[in-house]
C-alpha cells in the first residue's frame, strides 16, 4: 500500500524507541507555527492524525523558500526523535524542507480566532486547532455511543432519508419538489418509524444518520440538518428501561473522553472552561422526575418566568433550564401530557400522560427524547384519528401492532447538542461540519 506514514504512527514508533531516531522517507504535513531564532528556526507542523506537533529544527542555510503559517511542507529523510520533554523533533537542513503548496492571504492566525468569524470562513475553520478537536471529539463520541449498543446485541441499520411520513407530526418538514412519486415527499425528521419495523425482525436496532427539520427556531441549539443516534427495543414496557439505556450509554463517553489520550492539549488546565469537572458531575446520578412534579416545582419557584406555564403546556427553554440548576445536573423528565408528545407514545392508565421522557442538560436544554411506543391497534389508531391524520398513509405503522405486536421503546440522541456540551461550546453550529441554519446553505 502507497499511503503516506502519518506523524500518528511515526509519533507511535518514536515513543516506543526509546529516544533513538526513527528513519523514515519523507513526511508532509501543515505548518502551525515558525519560531525564527539566531541561528535555527523552529517551524512546527502537524498531518492532522494527532494533535502534537512535530518541531522541525531548520538548520541556518539559505532556504528556498521562507516557512510560514499554513503552508503544505515536506521533510524529506526526517529522523525523528521524542525529546525527554516529550516533544517530537527533527533536525533538518534547509534543502530538506520542501514547499508543497504556497499560501497567499491565509486568513487564519496563530492567536485564537473568534468563533463567529471562523464560522464565515468555512471553508478554513477545521485548520483551527479548536475545531479540528471538536471533530476529532465527535469522531471518539459517536464511536463510544455505537460500541454500547452493539455490546448490548444492537444491529446498526439505515433507514431512508426520503419519506412520505411526517413522523413527529409537527409540520417541520422540508418537502421536496419531484414528479417521482404521487404524493407529497419529504427529507426524514426522524427514522423511528422505520426503526420500528425493522426492530420487529431485528429485535435491537439503532441508527445514525441525518434528520431535517424546516426549524424556525434560529438560535445556538437548532439546526436544520442534524445528526441523530436513534434506537429502538423490542419486549421494553417502562421508560425506565430506555433512561437507563441512555445513561449508560452517555456516562461510558463521558468514560472514554476522561481517558483520552493527550487530554490536556485538548483542554489545558485552567483554560478548560470547566469542561473536565462537567464530566465528574456527569459521572454521578442523574435526577429523573415526571412532568407533573416539575410544573409544580416550576411554579412553586417563585421565579417570574418569561413564558406562563399551566399544566399541559410544554415546557420552555427557561423552564429547562431552570430545572437542571435546580438540581445541579441533567434531568430525565417523564409522562408529559399527550398532546405535548407525538402521536405514536404510550398512553398511560390516567388516559392523560404518555410514557415518554426528555433528558434535560444544564445550558443546552433536551438531548435525547424517547418513549414507549403505543402497541395496541385500537388505541393508536384511536389517537391517530383523534388528531385528524389519516390512518391510510399509516397503515404499515399500524399493521405492526396486528402481527406479533410486542411492547418496544426507543430514543432519539441528538449528537450536535450531546458534542456540544461535552466540549464546552455552547453553539451547536461548531458541532457539525458544515451548519444548516436559516439562510447558510453555501458550503
Ligand atoms: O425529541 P425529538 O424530536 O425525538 C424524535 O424525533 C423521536 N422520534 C426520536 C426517537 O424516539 N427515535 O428529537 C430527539 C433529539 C432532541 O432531544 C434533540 O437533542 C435533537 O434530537 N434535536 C435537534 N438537534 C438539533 N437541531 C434541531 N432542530 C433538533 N431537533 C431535535
Not at 269 to 282: D, P, Q
Request: glycine residues 6%.
Amino acid at each position: 500500500m502507497k499511503l503516506p506514514v502519518t506523524l500518528k504512527r511515526v509519533f507511535g514508533l518514536a515513543r516506543s524507541n526509546g529516544g533513538n531516531p526513527v528513519k523514515i522517507d519523507q513526511i508532509s504535513g501543515w505548518v502551525k507555527n515558525v519560531r525564527p531564532l539566531k541561528t535555527i528556526t523552529f517551524v512546527e507542523i502537524q498531518d492532522g492524525t494527532t494533535l502534537q506537533d512535530l518541531n522541525v529544527v531548520l538548520k541556518q542555510g539559505p532556504p528556498s523558500f521562507r516557512p510560514a503559517l499554513g503552508q503544505s511542507v515536506t521533510v524529506l529523510d526526517p529522523e525523528i526523535v521524542q525529546r525527554k520533554n516529550q516533544q517530537f523533533e527533527t533536525i533538518c537542513l534547509p534543502h530538506n524542507l520542501r514547499l508543497v503548496g504556497a499560501t497567499t492571504e491565509y486568513p487564519i492566525q496563530n492567536k485564537q480566532t473568534a468563533l463567529p468569524t471562523l464560522r464565515k470562513l468555512p471553508e478554513f475553520k477545521h485548520r483551527t486547532t479548536y475545531l479540528s478537536n471538536l471533530m476529532r471529539f465527535r469522531h471518539k463520541i459517536e464511536s463510544r455511543l455505537s460500541k454500547t449498543l452493539d455490546e448490548l446485541d444492537f444491529t446498526l441499520v439505515k433507514p431512508p432519508i426520503l419519506t412520505s411520513i411526517d413522523c413527529e407530526g409537527a409540520g417541520e418538514m422540508f418537502k421536496l419538489k419531484q414528479d417521482h412519486w404521487d404524493k407529497a415527499v419529504n427529507l426524514t425528521v426522524s427514522s423511528q418509524l422505520q426503526l420500528e419495523v425493522l426492530m420487529m425482525g431485528l429485535g435491537r436496532v439503532y441508527c445514525l444518520q441525518p434528520c431535517f427539520r424546516a426549524e424556525k427556531s434560529d438560535t445556538n441549539r437548532h439546526l436544520c440538518e442534524f445528526w441523530m443516534m436513534e434506537v429502538e427495543a423490542s419486549f421494553i414496557g417502562k421508560n425506565e428501561t430506555l433512561m437507563d439505556l441512555v445513561e449508560l450509554m452517555i456516562k461510558n463517553v463521558v468514560s472514554s473522553l476522561c481517558e483520552t489520550e493527550d487530554l490536556p492539549k485538548y483542554f489545558p488546565v485552567g483554560c478548560n472552561n470547566g469542561v473536565t469537572e462537567r464530566w465528574a458531575k456527569l459521572l454521578q446520578d442523574w435526577n429523573r422526575i415526571t412532568y407533573t412534579k416539575a410544573v409544580d416545582l416550576l411554579l412553586s419557584s417563585g421565579v417570574n418566568f418569561e413564558h406562563e406555564l399551566t399544566w399541559g403546556k410544554d415546557l420552555n427553554s427557561e423552564h429547562e433550564r431552570w430545572l437542571c440548576d435546580h438540581f445541579g445536573g441533567p434531568v430525565f423528565v417523564t409522562n408529559y401530557p399527550r398532546d405535548c408528545k407525538a402521536f405514536y407514545m404510550k398512553l398511560r392508565q390516567d388516559n392523560a400522560t404518555v410514557e415518554c421522557f426528555d433528558l434535560l442538560f444544564p445550558d443546552i436544554g433536551e438531548i435525547v427524547g424517547g418513549s414507549i411506543r403505543e402497541d395496541n391497534y385500537d388505541t393508536l389508531k384511536a389517537e391517530i384519528q383523534r388528531r385528524n391524520m389519516d390512518p391510510n398513509e399509516l397503515e404499515w405503522y399500524l399493521n405492526l401492532r396486528k402481527e406479533g405486536t410486542v411492547p418496544h421503546g426507543g430514543f432519539g440522541i441528538g449528537i450536535e447538542r450531546l458534542v456540544s456540551y461535552l466540549y464546552g461550546n455552547p453553539n451547536i453550529r461548531d458541532s457539525i461540519p458544515f451548519h444548516r441554519t436559516t439562510g447558510q446553505i453555501d458550503l
